[in-house]
Nanobody, 130 residues
């Protein structure tokens, strides 16, 4: 059973940076894709960034491309989201998610679809003030 714990959220001014971390339990972390999603008040949870099992391929939502970077350290069972040039519209609860379906182990790409991720962290609040 995989468990995910996010950290690193907080309050930052527009233009600032934050780095989110997600620590995973379990021995198979290096087998599966990981992703970050976010949910703003009154809105649907949306894909932010995804990374394959090896870290060799990443994908981003258009709204964060060029500003956010997803990475992972399989030796430490951790995935990161570096967020630069933050904007007020980035304000949301950010969730780490794991695609632990064994049929997608070692996949060459990370899904952008929420329904492919069955394991979620508790979320961490990011607030960007203008």
């Amino acid at each position: 059973q995989v468990q995910l714990v996010e950290s690193g959220g907080g309050l930052v001014q527009a233009g600032g940076s934050l780095r989110l971390s997600c620590a995973a339990s379990g021995r198979t972390f290096s087998n599966y894709p990981m992703a970050w999603f976010r949910q703003a008040p009154g809105k649907e949870r949306e894909f932010v960034a995804g990374i394959t099992w090896s870290g060799g391929s990443t994908s981003y939502a258009d709204s964060v491309k060029g500003r956010f970077t997803i990475s992972r350290d399989n030796a430490k069972n951790t995935v990161f989201l570096q967020m630069n040039t933050l904007k007020p519209e980035d304000t949301a609860v950010y969730y780490c998610a794991a695609d632990t379906d064994f049929r997608r182990y070692y996949s060459g790409s990370a899904s952008t679809q929420r329904y492919d991720y069955h394991t979620w962290g508790q979320g961490t609040q990011v607030t960007v003030s203008s």
